[in-house]
């Protein structure tokens, strides 16, 4: 027997369709690439949303077509967003990070058929458009006063263009299944690989995230996404905030600290979200200018592990929460948030780091396990590691084109190239990537670990450890150190603060210093380069 309720497929328009609703006159401000600050309103983005919607149709794109972005975090890209998706079409957003042959080659796997470009990007897109066969339109987000000269055939201003449309249009109805936005991973191994997203699983990931012991948001929130929209969805903050109504505010391309700073304080922002390098930046232009940060409550901090340093300073010195946060562009990105249980609540000082340096637990919609390489499962004790794997509505069960198909099993588990432990209380730990982890003797040792304690030491900026082949072990690690300007600390000063915070037979075997580590383009250490950077590499252990 089948229930009696109501089909009502979860699709994104709805997301908009709410805000202007319920939280029609919440504000969206955004620093524009022109320059100034700029306001607009969850009514005006709804109603400019319905009008790229009219306006795609009109130039011919609808159902299943993908439409590319390459654009930076503001209110132009939300509403393009939500036509597209509106339309029945494909947000696809580019990383402009990416070498321009990466892009290329990622516009013609996806057969991009327009893009909305920011000016910022122009120049990029000038160079890359023409090997882009299945292009047919640019749209810049601009205005006519400053449209630039461009050689781009079919090329459009935004503003220009969307004026030729009243708003007068319907959302497109049709299955929650079908697919509404698409991502590619970085691909720090062999080509990128396309996540398609559906109208489901972003209502749904939005839904997970909102969640109290999630990203815990609400209409009363400011919401600063710096976590850019080309970085998996901004992790779901532009379907989240618009769903509960929360303010939000854009950074454009601007994400120095001193930046991200004004506008934390200007527009009261109590919650934000990015990886661990721009709250360094923003923590560095706070101890320079003697600044706080009053209206700040929350910051979520994923894509790479956070170090101790940064929880502490931003709870001691500015009484700011951190929770820690682990996902993938795979996963929408959310996989796990470390908010504390009863059991871990009351906890302080180093026994309550201690649990936040963990990623966290998975909110409900997002299973976990560990297994070895066999696929067997390994128990919850908090030490034993090995690959971990996730399923849930909003964790893709398969790449763009049907690559990649070994990472997904026939019980729905994808693998996600990471390696964790997970202790009794369901807090998960990543311990490595997969093809990072250094492997000692048939025993496995974490570089992430190694990582976090080094860059502990206040002389160091930055710390890479690999694996370097040994005669003896296999491989055993080194530590390869950036020294903060200014400070020369030594081999010995640093394996000095490291001892006994670590199994002995984890210590590094030596210490390189480099002038700068080789970085991705979404800002995680490039150990492939640095592997070879230290091919010849000869420990003096061995
Ligand atoms: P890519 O997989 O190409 O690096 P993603 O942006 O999807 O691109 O990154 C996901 C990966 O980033 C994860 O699989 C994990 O290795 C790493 N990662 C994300 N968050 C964390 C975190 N909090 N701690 C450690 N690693 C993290």
Redesign the pocket.
């Known amino acids: 027997m089948l229930g009696l309720m109501q089909e009502w497929p979860l699709l994104c328009h709805k997301l908009i369709d709410n805000a202007e609703r319920q939280h029609g006159r919440r504000e969206i401000v955004s620093r524009s690439i022109e320059g100034p600050i700029v306001r607009s309103t969850y009514a005006e983005i709804h109603h400019r949303a319905l009008k790229v919607a009219e306006r795609l149709e009109r130039d011919g794109f609808g159902l299943g077509d993908r439409i590319a972005t390459l654009a930076w975090n503001t209110a132009r890209h939300i509403e393009a967003w939500y036509g597209i998706m509106g339309v029945g079409a494909i947000y696809h957003t580019l990383n402009p990070r990416l070498f321009p042959e990466q892009i290329t080659w990622i516009m013609n796997n996806a057969e991009d058929k327009a893009v909305f470009v920011d000016l910022t990007f122009l120049p990029l897109l000038e160079k890359i458009a023409g090997a882009v066969k299945s292009l047919k339109q640019v749209i810049v987000l601009t205005d006519e006063a400053h449209m630039p000269e461009t050689a781009l055939p079919n090329v459009v201003a935004y503003e220009e263009w969307l004026a030729q449309a009243d708003g007068n249009f319907a959302w497109k109805t049709f299955d929650e299944n079908t697919a509404a936005g698409m991502c590619y991973?970085?691909?720090?191994t062999g080509d990128p690989k396309g996540v398609l997203y559906s109208h489901r699983s972003n209502v749904l990931h939005a839904m997970i995230e909102a969640m109290p012991d999630a990203m815990g948001l609400s209409s009363r929130d400011t919401i600063l996404p710096v976590v850019p929209m080309f970085?998996?969805n901004a992790w779901g903050l532009a379907q989240s905030a618009p769903m509960i109504g929360a303010k939000l505010v854009m950074p454009g391309c601007k994400m120095d600290g001193a930046s991200i700073y004004e506008l934390l304080d200007t527009e009261k922002v109590t919650f934000s979200a990015a990886v661990p390098t721009v709250w360094m930046m923003l923590l560095q232009h706070l101890e320079e200018t003697g600044k706080k940060l009053p209206y700040l409550q929350k910051v979520v901090?994923?894509?790479?592990?956070?170090p101790r340093a940064i929880t502490t300073k931003f709870q001691d010195n500015y009484d700011v929460q951190v929770v820690?946060?682990?996902?993938?562009?795979?996963m929408s990105?959310l996989g796990t948030l470390c908010t504390l249980k009863p059991d871990y609540a009351g906890l302080k000082g180093e026994a309550r780091l201690g649990v936040q340096q963990k990623?966290g637990f998975t909110p409900f919609g997002i299973e976990m396990k560990v297994t070895d390489d066999a696929g067997n499962e390994l128990p919850w004790d908090g030490k034993t590691f090995g690959r971990l794997k996730v399923r849930g509505p909003a964790v893709a069960r398969a790449y763009y084109g049907g690559i990649g198909a070994e990472q997904f099993d026939q019980d729905g588990w994808f693998d996600?190239?990471?390696v964790a432990h997970i202790n009794p209380g369901g807090y998960m730990q990543?311990t490595d990537?997969a093809k990072d982890v250094i492997k000692s003797g048939g025993e496995w040792i974490s570089t992430?670990e190694l990582e976090n304690l080094a860059v502990g030491h206040p002389d160091v900026a930055e710390a890479a450890a690999i694996g370097i082949p040994h005669s003896k072990w296999g491989e055993r690690p080194l530590l390869v150190v950036v020294r903060k300007p200014g400070r020369e600390p030594t081999k010995t000063d640093i394996l000095a603060f490291m001892d006994g915070k670590v199994a002995k037979w984890w210590m590094p075997d030596d210490v390189a210093f480099v002038g700068e580590i080789p970085h991705?383009a979404?800002g995680?250490i490039q150990k492939i380069t640095l592997r070879q950077q230290f091919r010849d590499y000869h420990l003096p252990t061995d």
């Open positions: 991973t970085s691909g720090t970085h998996a901090i994923g894509g790479a592990s956070c820690h946060a682990w996902g993938m562009t795979e990105p990623q996600t190239g990471d990543i990537r992430i991705t979404a995680k």
